[in-house]
């Protein structure tokens, strides 16, 4: 609020009160205006929201006795902007530009200005408390943003792969019932002093620098409560507690975080809402593993199976089996791709199925069974598996 905002601006006239309303009058006509242009009963209404802002700083100078002085005193010498001279400075009136007299003009005006009763240091005093307050900047009680949540969640595997909606309770701040948000009892809170409604100050660093830092009387709301709601203490905001349904995409690996925009604490003063965050935990399946996303699995085959080749039935997640030809020869711990089986990729597409087989060697031999293999460990005793092994070892 500049000083010619201040000067020429009715406050009277934006509270709807005479000139010699007392304090009761000017108390109940600002909250019964709060109530009616708040932003939270206007949401989206710019035109009640920059009311309400009128309504608060007015009430702001009009609700403190001293400032209410010091306005009256700078209105009667510069009522409409204009100096208005006393009975012995002569007939007519002059108009002349506030900024020079509350700027550099102040120093160097001409010597008819300077004469016109002799006002530079004196003003000073006169607008020293109401201008030193808040800074230069204009009274404003910003929107604010809603604070960023986090919560957890735990999926079976299969939802993790496939997606799913799940329901999540969140307990977080949002606007106090009570006091609709306002943290006055009465629903009329005042603006903060300090940072002027701002919710922020600014201090010196050193080297022409500053730094800015939430208020601390008004904690960065830029509005402080006249008589403190009893449920939030003044606060306007109060822990609350809901339920909604979260969709988890498809594909969510453990451990993945899930960022929901919107859907945190609500925002003051027609603020957005902070986001959700969502901490992912997958639980393990008993046959199936994961590798990004591609789908794992581990199938045992036999020995002929391996050795012979043949064709191996695998099972898919959520799907009917796949069969895969398995070429002779096969060692154990040979990985195949089933294409199109596995993990849903961000683009909609599908990861693979990465079937790995482990040959299974059988406990127990019937007498036919031992037989034949004695008939092939003989058949085979030339090839010796491991010479190539003592080969390698000897040449290193």
């Known amino acids: 609020m500049s000083t010619k905002d201040f000067v020429e601006k009715d406050y009277y006239k934006v509270l709807g009160v005479p000139k010699d309303a007392t304090e009761a009058e000017i108390k109940k006509s600002y909250r019964k205006l709060a109530r009616e242009f708040h932003p939270d009963a206007n949401k989206g209404d710019a035109k009640a929201e920059e009311r309400f802002k009128e309504i608060s700083e007015a009430n702001d100078v009009l609700g403190d006795p001293k400032r209410r002085k010091e306005y009256d005193e700078a209105r009667s010498l510069f009522g409409n902007g204009g100096y208005r001279p006393g009975p012995g400075a002569g007939g007519g009136s002059f108009n002349f530009d506030l900024g020079d007299l509350f700027g550099g003009g102040a120093q ?6 300077q004469g016109a009763g002799g006002f530079g240091g004196g003003l000073g005093d006169v607008f020293g408390g109401l201008f030193n307050r808040g800074g230069a900047g204009t009274t404003r009680t910003q929107p604010r943003r809603g604070q960023d949540i986090e919560s957890e969640v735990t999926l079976s595997f299969t939802e993790a792969v496939d997606g799913a909606t799940v329901p999540l309770r969140m307990s977080s701040q949002a606007p106090c019932k009570a006091c609709s948000g306002t ?3 009465n629903g009329t809170p005042r603006v903060c002093p300090t940072c002027v409604g701002t919710g922020q100050v600014s201090r010196g ?16 709301r830029g509005l402080i409560a ?26 969510v690996s453990d451990n993945q975080r899930i960022r929901l925009r919107g859907k945190g604490t609500p925002g003051e003063r027609g603020g957005p809402a902070g986001d959700l ?7 393990a399946h008993p046959v199936f593993g994961r590798r990004d996303d591609n789908l794992t699995v581990t199938v045992p085959v036999t020995f ?8 191996v039935k695998v099972p898919t997640l959520g799907g009917p089996p796949v069969t895969l030809k398995l070429p002779a020869g096969t060692p154990n711990g040979r990985t195949m791709r089933a294409r199109g089986k596995g993990a849903v990729r961000k683009d909609g597409t599908r990861g693979d199925l990465l079937v790995t087989v482990e040959v299974v060697v059988p406990k127990d031999l019937g007498e036919s069974a031992r037989d034949a293999l004695e008939v092939y460990r003989k ?18």
């Open 108 to 113: 160097g005006g001409t010597g008819q200005q």
């Open 304 to 311: 002929t199976e391996a050795a012979l080749g043949g064709e």
């Open 183 to 185: 943290g006055d009892k």
């Open 205 to 220: 660093t050193g080297g022409g620098f500053s730094l800015t830092d939430p208020c601390v009387d008004c904690k960065g």
């Open 379 to 396: 058949a085979t005793a030339d090839d010796d598996p491991r010479a190539e092994l003592f080969q390698a070892a000897k040449g290193a």
């Open 277 to 283: 965050y969502v901490v992912v935990h997958v639980d």
């Open 226 to 251: 006249q008589d403190p709601c009893d449920v939030c203490k003044g606060s306007g905001r109060a822990k609350s507690s809901r339920t909604m349904q979260v969709r988890i995409p498809a594909g």
